[in-house]
């Protein structure tokens, strides 16, 4: 025996189905999207590639690199990109990830949340295309631009450079609202927009944040004379100049290598009203609940990637005589994990419908309350699932340390947590048509589980001391998320995960950590669900 021998290693998780995903193939058929099955398989192959998987690695290995002059030092303001990042835009425009729901049959955007929740290999990347699915609506509002425009969003060509956006075979949208003064209190923005004899404006401000700065057209928020409104600024203007938009410098984050983010400067820029003066956030604000809706979806998909990662090193790692998944405290976490891992998929997936069915009054406390919980539950989990890998897990040629970095943007993003709990409480004050809705979803589970309906009695009484609701917020909306939770997975999930789920999070007998599960549960079932089947 040498000293190189190498044994009891786990081989790598690659050639897999990433879609091979009951609670997710389940949702996608209960919410009207089944008929993208094929298609979501196809992606989900391709997703669980070593190739694939290379690109995500690669994509945040080699960082977005800003170029702000060229060698004559003209200003060029480019974002340059590793190839790898460009075969990873390619895939997901041309599955339509971006934008292609607003242009197909009923259950697009269910059929999309899946295609956006398996294509997770990078999820930089999912940022332009967020926006990019989100921009449409919001332009809608601005019939003659969206003539022009939405065409070229839906498009499933990716046509990367800086050109006029109406001269490229397809073009992405970003999002420009916050500012260094304001933060999420985007009514404190500063930037202003002057109108001209033509129509146009004159946008001039700094924005703290903006990410994808690489986009052709941004919405970007800005004080015209009437008051706060949203503008469509593109990166090229229709002459071939470059619009005065100056990108300062990319920020040095956390997590989300491979996405460029950058502070910019408009400097007299050019843009065009969408929507009346001083109804900015109005205007933009459908954008932003579907860039939430995304919120869920990658932290659902995150979930799931960490889950299948701890699942398979857990199946094939020995240790003290067994396989570590033949050992009931790893049972317990892995299963733990797995019940988390499956209410946020059924969640989002029921958002998604909501999406394309237009439950307006349920989809707007439920998002609020989904957006604030799924995503801060998922760096707690994504810190266990690194922890089943062990020492293993915490090195960054395991990839769990990036999906780590990446858990807690989802919660930061389009509203941090008081945001989202407090946009709850005042969807409730403001439209009791959305709290009633609510109920009737939660109700249709009356009686299947008593201790689901004790949690409905509780969230009734948390609601009915509103001098202290907002103190409160964060607990009222966890109750709230976790019933809604508990109720659809009573009613479509597997009964070993709805029992698990009622047991621990609505009935209490759980702990503090993932893995504190009561006994007496269906271990087995659950486990073999978050097992993924590698080739």
Same mark, same amino acid.
């Given at each position: ?263 910019v400067e408009y400097e007299r820029a050019v843009a065009w009203r969408v929507g009346d003066e001083g109804r900015g956030v109005r205007t933009i604000i459908e954008m932003v609940n579907m ?11 995150g979930m799931r990637q960490g889950l299948v990662q701890a699942a398979h090193h857990a199946a094939h790692r020995q240790a003290f005589g067994s396989a570590l998944i033949d050992q009931p405290l790893m049972r ?9 891992? !499956? =209410? ?8 998604? #419908? /909501?999406?394309? &069915?237009?439950?307006? %009054?349920?989809? +707007? ?70 709290? !009633? =809705? ?8 009356? #009686? /299947?589980?008593? &201790?689901?309906?004790? %949690?409905?009695? +509780? ?77």
């Amino acid at each position: 025996m040498t000293t190189h021998d190498v044994f009891n290693q786990v081989p790598p998780l690659i050639g897999y189905d990433v879609a091979d995903d009951p609670a997710l193939l389940d949702g996608l058929f209960r919410e009207g999207g089944g008929w993208a099955a094929e298609e979501i398989h196809e992606l989900g192959r391709l997703a669980g590639t070593e190739e694939a998987q290379e690109w995500g690695r690669l994509a945040n290995e080699h960082r977005p690199v800003l170029r702000t002059h060229d060698r004559y030092g003209h200003r060029v303001d480019e974002v340059e990109f590793h190839p790898a990042w460009h075969e990873l835009m390619k895939v997901a425009v041309g599955h339509g990830l971006h934008a292609r729901a607003w242009t197909e049959r009923a259950g697009a955007h269910v059929a999309r949340a899946a295609r956006f929740y398996v294509w997770r290999v990078d999820a930089g990347h999912g940022c332009p295309i967020s926006m990019t699915y989100a921009a449409v609506p919001a332009l809608r509002q601005e019939p003659e631009l969206a003539r022009e425009y939405e065409p070229l969003l839906t498009s499933g060509t990716y046509d990367f450079g800086l050109r006029p956006p109406l001269t490229k075979a397809g073009i992405l949208a970003g999002m420009s609202m916050t500012e260094k003064q304001g933060g999420s209190d985007v009514r404190a923005n500063t930037t202003r927009a002057v109108p001209q004899a033509d129509g146009t404006y004159l946008l001039t401000g700094h924005k703290w944040f903006t990410s994808a700065p690489m986009c052709d057209v941004f919405l970007v928020l800005a004080q015209a004379p009437e008051g706060l409104t949203c503008f469509l600024l593109p990166r090229v203007l229709p002459d071939g100049t470059l619009n005065p938009m100056r990108l300062q410098r990319l920020k040095d984050k956390l997590g989300n290598h491979s996405n460029a983010s950058a502070e910019v400067e408009y400097e007299r820029a050019v843009a065009w009203r969408v929507g009346d003066e001083g109804r900015g956030v109005r205007t933009i604000i459908e954008m932003v609940n579907m860039t939430r809706l995304d919120c869920v979806i990658g932290a659902a998909s995150g979930m799931r990637q960490g889950l299948v990662q701890a699942a398979h090193h857990a199946a094939h790692r020995q240790a003290f005589g067994s396989a570590l998944i033949d050992q009931p405290l790893m049972r317990n976490v892995v299963a733990d994990l797995a019940v988390e891992s !499956e =209410a946020a998929t059924v969640l989002m997936l029921r958002l998604a #419908g /909501a999406t394309d &069915r237009g439950e307006s %009054a349920f989809k +707007r406390l439920a998002l609020a309350a989904g957006k604030y919980w799924v995503t801060k539950r998922w760096p707690a989990h994504s810190a266990e699932a690194l922890e089943c890998l062990g020492g293993n897990g915490y090195v960054e040629e395991s990839g769990m340390p990036r999906l780590f970095r990446e858990s807690p943007l989802n919660s930061i993003w389009e509203g941090s947590g008081n945001v989202a709990a407090l946009d709850v409480l005042r969807a409730m004050l403001k439209e009791p048509e959305a709290v !009633e =809705a609510y109920f009737t979803e939660v109700g249709a589970a009356t #009686g /299947a589980d008593r &201790r689901l309906d004790a %949690a409905v009695t +509780r969230v009734k009484d948390a609601l009915t001391d509103t001098a202290t609701i907002e103190l409160r917020a964060r607990r009222v909306v966890e109750q709230l998320a976790l019933v809604l939770q508990g109720s659809l997975l009573v009613r479509h999930g597997h009964p070993a995960v709805a029992d698990a789920f009622c047991a621990s999070r609505l009935d209490r007998d759980w702990g503090t950590a993932f893995g504190t599960l009561p006994s007496g549960l269906a271990l087995d079932s659950i486990i073999a669900r978050a097992t993924p089947k590698a080739g």
